[in-house]
């Protein structure tokens, strides 16, 4: 990858971003919105004496997914437009290498998840008074994380797609039942076996027992800084491959 042609592809996203005020609002007040109605849910159920409260442990979890499913869903859409209104195709007969493309959409959505974790984690501590033993600063952190995870898992099933339909279809084969079997709703330990071990391959088991490590614990632990690396590696993973089955053009 060339640094500076990766930087100005970072900034040519970046400034496509800010222009499209639809997809700054899903960004940034959708997470905030839908928050509201999770607090909503849950703010009269009390907690259990020397535990947190079923809004502290399902919103804490819900900062790291909202991310993932709105990043996934930009992400392929955006990627299947500059494919089918043949951006990409004119882009590839420049110097810009495909890693370049897809590493400046993961920085550039990267940063934009950044603020998008910022202002939902403020709505969600300052607001609702989310409590964690953990730093918020991680939470911050895991949550981008996650959403760099979706934007190369989205990039990824771009390469798959031939219309924004289809691009749509995806989220119940990637993102649903990594919610369902992330261990939000029933823990890991406790699912049958077959369950447990198809679990431990979706990179979001990770991020979310990531999250709960910062819900229990003042201190950074090992287990937390594990599943970080896997979010991580499996972020990358995803980028190298969607690299490897990028297009120019739909067929």
Avoid: K
């Amino acid at each position: 990858m060339n640094p500076r042609i990766l930087a100005a592809t970072t900034g040519r996203i970046l400034r496509q971003l800010r222009h499209d005020r639809r997809t700054v609002a899903l960004l940034l007040v959708v997470p905030s919105a839908l928050l509201t109605l999770v607090h909503s849910m849950y703010v009269d159920q009390p907690a259990p004496p020397g535990q947190p409260s079923t809004f502290d442990r399902v919103a804490l979890v819900m900062l790291g997914f909202f991310p993932f499913v709105i990043m996934f869903l930009v992400t392929s859409i955006a990627m299947l437009r500059e494919r089918t209104t043949g951006t990409l195709e004119r882009l590839l007969t420049t110097p810009l290498g495909r890693l370049d493309l897809l590493f400046g959409y993961g920085i550039a959505f990267g940063l934009a998840a950044v603020v998008q974790a910022v202002v939902a984690s403020v709505v969600a501590y300052r607001v609702f008074g989310l409590e964690t033993a953990g730093n918020s600063g991680l939470v911050i952190m895991i949550a981008a994380l996650n959403a760099v995870l979706a934007v190369a898992l989205g990039l990824l099933c771009s390469a798959f797609a031939r219309t924004e339909f289809q691009a749509v279809q995806f989220m119940p084969v990637v993102v649903v039942p990594q919610l369902l079997l992330c261990g939000l709703f029933v823990p890991r330990g406790e699912m049958a076996g077959w369950l447990q071990a198809v679990s431990d391959v979706l990179p979001l088991s990770y991020a979310v027992e990531a999250l709960q490590e910062v819900g229990a614990r003042a201190e950074p632990t090992g287990t937390m800084w594990r599943d970080v690396a896997v979010v991580a590696g499996a972020a990358a993973l995803a980028l190298v491959l969607a690299a490897a089955t990028l297009r120019r053009r739909s067929g």
